[in-house]
């Protein structure tokens, strides 16, 4: 295989690699700590990286030092393993996993904050105060849904050893006590 071949094919598996990360080439730059245009340029195939940026890219890809390498020469990348090589790379110049905790932590907080308004308006006897109640909760499951299924989180906060607590009792009553109300409602 050529070295143009070679180089090529890397910046194929990374560019796969990123997309699968849903991660955009300015984000990957940012994550591994280089500049865009190094990011850019291996995903082109036009330009091998210096030794610490290839390693600042693989961690924040959560790739194994010398997975570049191991893809140049024709093999397939090292996925990191663990928790503590997650942490490494998260060190070294990746933030994947700080940024999958803080996406899942943005959608709990809404989430949160979608109970408690929900919560202030199940005392209001207006009855279309029922009907923004189970829309602030349809929200919540939506919100809860995607801060356990957004791209790349599930398999970032798993390696990372990270859990997403379930929604709370008193969400899945008052989801319950909802879904009791509208079938009354449509039956009588």
Same mark, same amino acid.
Not at 19 to 40: E, F, H, I, W
Not at 95 to 115: K, M, P
Not at 137 to 159: M, V, W, Y
């Given at each position: 295989?050529?070295?143009?071949?070679?180089?090529?094919?890397?910046?194929?598996?990374?560019?796969?690699?990123?997309?699968?990360?849903?991660?955009?080439?300015?984000?990957?730059?940012?994550?591994?700590?280089?500049?865009?245009?190094?990011?850019?340029?291996?995903?082109?195939?036009?330009?091998?990286?210096?030794?610490?940026?290839?390693?600042?890219?693989?961690? *924040?890809?959560?790739?194994?030092?010398?997975?570049?390498?191991?893809?140049?020469?024709?093999?397939?990348?090292?996925?990191?393993?663990?928790? *503590?090589?997650?942490?490494?790379?998260?060190?070294?110049?990746?933030?994947?996993?700080?940024?999958?905790?803080?996406?899942?932590?943005?959608?709990?907080?809404?989430?949160?904050?979608?109970?408690?308004?929900?919560?202030?308006?199940?005392?209001?006897?207006?009855?279309?105060?029922?009907?923004?109640?189970?829309?602030?909760?349809?929200?919540?499951?939506? *919100?809860?849904?995607?801060?356990?299924?957004?791209?790349?989180?599930?398999?970032?906060? !798993?390696?990372?050893?990270?859990?997403?607590?379930?929604?709370?009792?008193?969400?899945?009553?008052?989801?319950? *006590?909802?879904?009791?109300?509208?079938?009354? !409602?449509?039956?009588?």
């Amino acid at each position: 295989m050529t070295d143009a071949t070679s180089l090529e094919r890397v910046g194929r598996e990374v560019q796969r690699r990123r997309l699968g990360l849903s991660m955009d080439p300015t984000t990957l730059a940012r994550n591994a700590g280089v500049d865009t245009k190094t990011t850019r340029a291996l995903e082109a195939g036009e330009r091998w990286p210096r030794d610490m940026s290839r390693l600042k890219i693989e961690k *924040a890809l959560g790739w194994s030092a010398g997975s570049l390498e191991q893809i140049r020469a024709g093999g397939k990348p090292t996925e990191l393993q663990d928790a *503590a090589e997650i942490s490494d790379a998260t060190e070294v110049g990746g933030s994947q996993v700080e940024a999958a905790r803080a996406t899942r932590d943005q959608f709990v907080t809404l989430a949160n904050g979608i109970r408690q308004a929900a919560g202030l308006l199940l005392d209001v006897p207006d009855p279309r105060a029922r009907t923004v109640v189970q829309m602030l909760d349809e929200l919540e499951r939506t *919100a809860l849904l995607q801060a356990a299924s957004a791209p790349g989180i599930p398999r970032l906060l !798993h390696t990372a050893g990270t859990k997403l607590a379930a929604p709370s009792d008193e969400a899945l009553e008052r989801y319950a *006590a909802n879904e009791a109300a509208e079938r009354e !409602h449509h039956n009588g």
